[in-house]
């Protein structure tokens, strides 16, 4: 079967338009699983200054952006000092669960504030 240069346009710009948008709309999926010793310090993530939750806890983030995603945080305890610690979260995952069921293991000492 002989098609047209102009239905062969056509299919070639529909192809194009298909791969550019499963491509740019795919979310990529981190979570980390934080924990401090001793247990009980709350977590504010030091990019928008949100509680992230009370260790351990598990936590996840989605990005359309790369691979990895730098993240910062704060832990703050009544009667210890406070920790800022950062870490690289991998972005492997395809959705919220499967993120959620491999978390990455994060975890921090805080020490007495004396």
């Given amino acids: ?15 194009v338009i298909l791969t550019i948008a499963i491509i ?45 995603k730098n993240i910062t945080v704060r832990f703050k305890k009544p009667g210890y000092k406070e920790k800022v610690t950062q870490f690289w979260l991998s972005m492997r995952h395809t959705s919220e669960k499967q993120a959620r069921a491999e978390p990455q293991l994060v ?3 805080i020490e007495p504030s004396n």
């Fill in 24 to 68: 740019s709309g795919c979310a990529h999926y981190g979570a980390a699983r934080i924990v401090s010793n001793p247990a009980g310090a709350e977590v504010i993530n030091l990019d928008d200054g949100t509680l992230l939750g009370t260790t351990p806890t598990t936590v996840w983030w989605k990005d359309s952006g790369g691979n990895r």
């Fill in 107 to 109: 975890e921090v000492v």
């Fill in 1 to 15: 079967m002989k098609f047209s240069s102009k239905t062969n346009s056509f299919c070639k710009n529909i192809i």
